[in-house]
């Protein structure tokens, strides 16, 4: 057990750059969840997958966000023409269905800074 | 819809004094509750899950955390500070239902000699 990965740690942008970052889940866990964490606030819950089904997604996830999981397995979460509001920590989180705990276990989180 | 609220958002103890940090919850059915703990620039750890199982859980780090239905409460409490200690805590609620951890917006905790 690896523990979630996600890469990159950092990332430095332009306003109006695109962006992709990627998640890489505890392997046997079929959900992988998407955080977004603003200075001084908690995470506040963006999209969710099961297998590769994005079943919920946040009012926060705007046109400019998507996501996906094409194989069960890593996501992609891309911001297209980014804005300085888009400057946050980007959490990944992944859990097991089966566990009944709904305990979440996230990765160590992809820091963006949009200029 | 589900709430979390954590009063306090600093806190500060001495080194060997007792730690509270509190979370209160709203939910009309008794949710899963998580504490959770960030260093900086990093991801979440677990320190704690209340599942129903029992009222006082025991979490890593000498942490435990008390679900009190009556007052919808689950304070994180530790008997003796360490310097360790320092950092970010949040507190989350799972409905069960909905897929999503709804987190507070934190309390951070320093450590004084």
């Known amino acids: ?115 | 819809a589900q709430s979390v609220t954590q009063l306090g958002s600093h806190v500060s103890v001495s080194e060997g004094a007792l730690v509270l940090l509190r979370c209160n919850y709203s939910s009309s059915v008794p949710p899963y509750l998580f504490w959770y703990v960030q260093y900086p620039n990093q991801g979440l750890q677990l320190l704690l899950k209340y599942t129903s199982a029992a009222t006082l859980v025991k979490g890593i780090n000498g942490f435990e955390a008390e679900f009190k239905k009556s007052e919808t409460s689950f304070h994180l409490t530790k008997p003796s500070a360490h310097m360790s200690d320092a950092a970010e805590y949040f507190c989350a609620a799972h409905t069960g239902t909905a897929s999503k951890l709804t987190f507070g917006t934190g309390t951070r905790l320093q450590v004084t000699l």
């Not at chain 1, 690896?2 to 505890?26: A, E, L, M």
């Not at chain 1, 297209?80 to 989180?109: K, N, V, W």
């Open chain 1, 1 to 115: 057990d690896t523990g979630v990965s996600q890469d990159p740690r950092h990332k430095i942008t332009k306003r109006g750059q695109n962006v992709t970052f990627r998640c890489d889940p505890i392997s046997e866990h079929n959900r992988l969840y998407w955080y977004r964490q603003t200075l001084g606030q908690g995470p506040e819950f963006l999209t969710y997958f099961q297998n590769e089904a994005q079943l919920e997604k946040s009012r926060l996830l705007s046109d400019r966000f998507s996501a996906e999981r094409p194989k069960g397995s890593f996501s992609t979460l891309e911001i297209q023409r980014t804005e300085q509001g888009d400057s946050a920590m980007y959490l990944c989180a992944s859990s097991i269905r089966a566990s009944g705990t709904h305990e979440q276990f996230f990765g160590p989180g992809t820091r963006l800074t949009v200029l």
